[in-house]
């Protein structure tokens, strides 16, 4: 892993690699946190920093948020590994990606009727079922609630 590290120092200079708590990418400080310990640490490290090399910021809707993995987890696989010889498992990637489609599809669960909803604005989803309307917490890493807004 520390031979990774510098490796991909080498190759983003412009970017800071730290161990953290938890792996990944923050914009603002320009850093890529890693957790050594992580399963499968060197391919979530390819993943965190594609990224950065992909200069991804934040997202407006949920499903955007999809849309950034998938490009991340992208090129680790095709830009990434070959350069440092990894070969990163498609399974662990599909199973990373569903805790994302799981979460969309939890914040989209209509709480009154349970069909799926659509999100009009940020946090702001409607049921085109019933026509209700609920708001959703911010935050991928903490369980989601859902208030009804209107009915």
Known sequence: MSSLIKNLESKFPDMTFAEGPRAHWSPDT???????????????????????????????????????????????????APQYSITIDPTFIETQLDTYRDWIHSKSTCPHCQSNGFE??????????????????????VGIRRVISSR
């Open 30 to 80: 320009q850093t890529v946190y890693y957790d050594p310990k992580e399963r499968h640490a060197d391919w979530v490290l390819l993943h965190e920093t594609s990224h950065a090399a992909l200069n991804h910021h934040r997202y407006v809707r949920d499903i955007e948020l999809l849309d950034i993995e998938r490009e991340a987890w992208s090129y680790a696989v095709e830009q990434l």
């Open 120 to 141: 009009r604005q940020k946090h702001n989803y409607c049921c085109p079922h019933c026509g209700s309307s609920w708001q959703t917490n911010i935050g991928i890493d």
